[in-house]
């Protein structure tokens, strides 16, 4: 997993509550057994029309997002279904961080395990965030996990909360797995040295 510590770049808008994971990764497209491969059809019934041609009135379609890595939404984010898919979808896009007044359990503690953090403010603060983004061509923001602030040149400082165990995790860029070799000499001693049960 890539490491998270400070990501300064163009924040995307998503004004819409409730963006749930099948929005964000329909159900069709989750016969791959890869991690990869998902990112060209996010938000696809969104971002394209029937033809398969992309939407001009999807938000996300716009060129001065493109190359956007900060994504903004509304309340719920990541609710419904429980795939793991979604992160990976969100950041095949392109973006590593999600700011929104709230997310779904599992949706959030997904995107942690694969290096996508999300980030809680406040309603106001979101909406600030959103309207900014919405105005200006190129806004941008900063989020910085080691001071756990988003900040933008306009006067925002926001302060969010994290779990200190997922901080780290980030930090280091470390999912369980990593975590978990991290101790592979003390796991191969314990096996090594515990008697046959069989």
């Not at 300064?8 to 994971?21: E, F, H, M, S």
């Not at 938000?43 to 938000?59: A, K, M, Q, S």
């Not at 965030?129 to 989020?143: D, E, F, H, I």
Request: glycine letters at 8%; hydrophobic letters at 40%; one cysteine or more.
């Amino acid at each position: 997993m890539e490491k998270f510590t400070k990501l300064q770049g163009i924040v995307a808008p998503l004004d819409r509550a409730n963006v749930d994971t099948d929005q964000i990764i329909p159900k069709q497209f989750l016969k791959r057994i890869e991690r990869t491969g998902f990112g060209e059809f996010a938000f696809f019934d969104w971002r394209y029309l029937e033809d398969g041609v992309p939407n001009p009135d999807f938000i996300l379609n716009q060129d001065r997002y493109r190359d956007a890595s900060i994504l903004v939404g509304g309340g719920n984010f990541g609710s419904g279904s429980s795939r793991e898919h979604a992160p990976w979808a969100l950041m095949e896009m392109g973006f590593r961080a999600i700011i929104a007044p709230s997310f779904a359990d599992i949706f959030r503690n997904n995107c942690m395990q694969n290096g996508l953090l999300p980030v809680i403010l406040d309603s106001s603060e979101v909406d600030t965030v959103m309207a900014r983004a919405l105005r200006g061509s190129g806004y941008s923001a900063t989020v910085d996990l080691e001071s756990q602030t988003v900040t933008d040149d306009q006067g925002l400082d926001a302060s969010f909360e994290v779990d200190p165990f997922r901080k780290n995790s980030l930090l280091k860029g470390l999912d369980d797995v990593g975590i978990t070799l991290n101790y592979e000499d003390s796991i191969e001693s314990f096996e090594s040295n515990r008697a046959a049960r069989w």
